[in-house]
């Protein structure tokens, strides 16, 4: 079974680029989760870890993007937010491929937690402000 499920209601911030990255970054660790489970190697997991890293600041860059643009007023707190998952991402990823970190239910918990509180509470401030300026 999925450690996330989109759930529209929860995660949804109505604009359609942004949703479906959410979606995406979901699907990354869903496939984390699957492949621990599935006792898939080193190198597979390392990938996972990487790919998971580089999506989010792809993804972060996007939504800074937009929030510049059109002004939005919680941009800092996002843009901390932001930078600090990406730390933490790239951080795991170099502990796991050095050997100094092992991925665990508590790295799992960790995205989870963190994916579902972000999506959920920090960029739902961000989804009515923009969508009044027809941004969808």
């Given amino acids: 079974m999925a450690l996330i499920l989109w759930d529209e209601a929860r995660y949804g911030v109505n604009i359609k680029d942004?949703?479906?990255?959410?979606?995406?970054?979901i699907d990354?660790?869903?496939?984390?989760?699957?492949?621990?489970?599935?006792?898939?190697g080193k190198e597979v997991l390392g990938k996972i870890l990487g790919?998971?890293?580089?999506?989010?600041?792809?993804?972060?860059?996007t939504e800074e993007?937009?929030?510049?643009?059109?002004?939005?007023?919680?941009?800092?707190e996002q843009k901390?937010?932001?930078?600090?998952f990406v730390a933490k991402a790239v951080a795991l990823k170099s502990g796991f491929d050095g050997g100094k970190i092992t991925l665990s239910?508590?790295?799992l918990t960790f995205?989870?937690?963190?994916?579902?509180?972000?999506?959920?509470?920090?960029?739902?401030?961000?989804?009515?402000?923009l969508n009044e300026k027809g941004v969808v």
């Fill in 18 to 25: 942004i949703d479906n990255q959410h979606k995406q970054l």
């Fill in 28 to 40: 990354v660790i869903n496939l984390l989760q699957s492949s621990m489970s599935e006792g898939k």
């Fill in 51 to 61: 790919d998971m890293a580089q999506y989010a600041k792809g993804h972060f860059a």
């Fill in 65 to 76: 993007k937009i929030m510049k643009t059109n002004g939005y007023p919680g941009y800092d």
């Fill in 80 to 84: 901390k937010e932001h930078d600090a």
């Fill in 105 to 107: 239910v508590d790295t």
């Fill in 111 to 129: 995205l989870k937690n963190w994916l579902d509180n972000h999506i959920a509470t920090v960029d739902k401030k961000y989804s009515a402000f």
